[in-house]
């Protein structure tokens, strides 16, 4: 009886307010106590935090074309000097690291001991998203363009028309990439078809500009278990409800080109920042998502 | 003690939600909300938008509304609701279908169709994809792009099978939430067009940059548009805004401007219980001065 009406109400406070649509304030996700720390310095200009399966963190510095490896007892260790500057960087469920080679026009994956193995070239790249199912999505800024290399590493131009792509990711579901305009107003969406294609592109988000700009400033993203974006920009990390609608903005860790960030640590429950010479992270009270099936 | 405090508090989430369910509520259902003998009942029927070129990829219901006076030699009104789905229910809200005949039957609104549109979504390509909700990129945003999806495209539709009003003094346009904020634009954007709008607990709230009609309907030449506005003193307060201030901020604006305007202050919070039981008493507000409004001013 008793669990038939509780029931009942559960199926009522989900129903009975349509309207309410969920509001994800930044409140829910901060830490009293908990803001941005340290974790690395000294770099020329950091980029493509990307984490493992064990909740390492690896960056770039791209001009000095190295990638670096944070542990869980945060001691950063170099893993690669031969990453041609490298900037954008994620883990494949494969457990390998891919990474946007500026310098050598190539997407590239990294062996264990640091070697990269192109995978496509002479491509005009920048950030780069790696699917559970080896579909890579990267953004290509000079021409304004996304493009797809396949599970057989079959290269494809699958968007255009965007300002200046830079920041990519999928929603959790991985069938949703958002690419966002580092010279624009706007978040654009795409619903990816099982062959790579995109459809139905959409300035799904606005983001907050700076006062008397029209850029917002926009670089990488990443995405948490319930769907909010993490979008590094000009005014700081701004978030973005499952709607599309901003929920608010992290402050920069500091007054530098906040370029990206990804959550990592064992629990994936750090924002880890990468801004120019430094590495920063920050606990939040949500966690990130393995992109691994 | 378990025995005792267990029983005690599912009696209490069961006497919220017996409240909830019986609609316990200072706002009750009038006459006109209510199914008469003797009134005539217009027809509702179902349909699917499914090809949009504004809203690309989107699909989405949506119902007609056509009254049992409604005669094809002689042009009709129209009337646009937001979230249709949510109107055009004779248990929903504001039970539409039965407000308009009990109104049409007395004289107090010209003959008028009603179109329920829900907002748009855009399914995922692959199976267990989540689906684009597109509801708060259409109402949220400012711009002209609903008010061009339904001028351009799905009125023009409808309006091969129905005679439509081609004056904006017939048109009108109305919403909850996003959906009032969305009716507002509607209007702001294309007064040629829509002459009216209502809304309920309306979003002018920084959810998308809607935060700034006060200030622009101040600034900005008057436009021909009547306004409606309800909203409750225990709306939300939240990320985007305090719904009823943002609405207390909008009458003083049409105040200001010279708008022929109506605002109501309730007491509920984020729901369409008041909007719904004062309907009637809106639209008699809204439609009295029409030339079809038989027991109007006109």
Redesign the interface.
């Known amino acids: 009886m ?1 669990k038939k ?2 029931v ?2 559960l199926l ?1 406070s989900g129903t ?6 969920q ?1 994800l ?3 829910q996700i901060m830490i009293d106590g908990e803001s941005w720390e340290l974790v690395a310095e000294g770099y020329q200009f950091t980029e493509g935090p990307a984490v493992n399966d064990a909740g390492e963190v690896f960056f770039t510095d791209v001009p000095a074309s190295k990638i670096y490896k944070v542990d869980l007892q945060g001691k950063v260790t170099l893993f690669s000097d031969q990453a041609n500057k490298t900037a954008g960087l994620m883990f494949g469920a494969d457990g390998k690291l891919y990474g946007t080679s500026i310098g050598g026009k190539a997407i590239v994956q990294f062996a264990a001991d640091g070697t990269p193995t192109s995978m496509a070239e002479d491509v005009n790249c920048n950030d780069l998203v790696v699917l559970a199912d080896g579909h890579i999505f990267f953004t290509d800024h000079v021409d304004g363009k996304v493009w797809n290399v396949s599970p057989d590493r079959k290269l494809k131009e699958v968007a255009s028309g965007i300002t200046f792509p830079n920041g990519i990711i999928v ?3 991985q ?2 990439l958002v690419v966002s305009d580092m010279k624009g107003e706007h978040l654009w ?1 795409f ?4 062959d790579g294609s995109l ?4 300035p ?1 988000s ?1 983001m907050q500009l700076p006062i008397g700009s029209m850029e917002s400033g926009a670089d990488g993203m990443t995405v948490d278990k319930v ?1 909010r974006l993490f979008v590094c920009t000009s005014l700081g990390v701004q978030v973005f409800d ?7 903005i992290l402050s920069k860790p500091q007054r530098a080109f906040l370029s990206n960030v990804v959550f990592g640590g064992p629990d994936l429950n750090y924002l880890y920042a990468t801004t120019q010479d430094k590495v920063y992270r920050r606990k939040l009270n949500t966690t990130g998502v393995r992109f691994t099936k | 003690m378990i025995r005792i405090q ?2 005690g508090a ?1 009696a209490l ?2 006497l919220g ?1 017996c409240s ?2 019986l609609g316990q509520s200072k706002y009750e259902y009038g006459p006109d909300s209510q199914r008469q003998d003797g009134v005539p009942q217009g027809k509702v029927t179902q349909h699917r938008w499914e090809n949009s070129k504004v809203f ?2 989107t699909q989405r219901d949506y119902w007609i509304y056509v009254p049992a006076q409604y005669d094809k030699t002689k042009p009709a009104s129209l009337m646009v609701f937001n ?1 249709g789905g ?1 109107y055009v229910r004779e248990k929903g809200h504001s039970r539409v279908p039965i407000v308009f005949d009990n109104l049409i039957h007395q004289g107090r609104m010209p003959v008028t169709i009603g179109v329920f549109i829900n907002p748009g979504v ?5 199976p ?3 689906p ?2 597109n ?3 259409e109402y ?2 400012l711009g002209d792009q609903y008010a061009q999806f339904l001028i351009d495209e799905l009125l023009p539709a409808i309006g091969k099978d129905y005679n439509l009003t081609d004056s904006a003094e017939g048109r009108a346009i109305c919403g ?3 959906g009032g904020i969305c009716a507002f634009t509607a209007a702001w954007e294309r007064p040629d067009y829509f002459s009216k709008v209502v809304s309920y ?1 309306g979003s002018f709230t920084n ?3 809607g935060h700034v009609y006060p200030a622009l309907i101040r600034k900005a030449e008057k436009k021909p548009i009547r306004v409606f506005l309800q909203e409750g003193s225990s709306d ?1 307060d ?3 805004g305090n719904w009823p201030l943002a609405n207390e901020q909008m009458a003083a604006a049409l105040k200001y401007a010279g708008y022929d305007y109506q605002f109501v202050m309730g007491t509920e919070g ?3 219980r008041h909007g719904g039981t004062i309907l009637p008493e809106i639209l008699t507000w809204l439609w009295r001065d029409h030339p079809d409004t038989p027991q109007g001013s006109n």
């Open positions: 008793m009406y509780l009942l109400l009522w009975s307010n349509p309207l309410n649509a509001d304030p930044i409140s929603w959790p579901d069938k949703q969406n619903c990816i078809s099982a459809n139905h592109q959409q799904y606005a769907g499952t709607q599309g609608r901003l929920s608010g | 267990l029983p599912v989430l069961l939600f909830q369910l690309p990829g979230d949510g855009i399914p995922a390509e692959q267990g994809g989540t684009r909700r509801r708060s990129f949220d945003s909850i939430s996003s607990i959810i998308r940059g939300l939240n990320l985007f984020h729901s369409g």
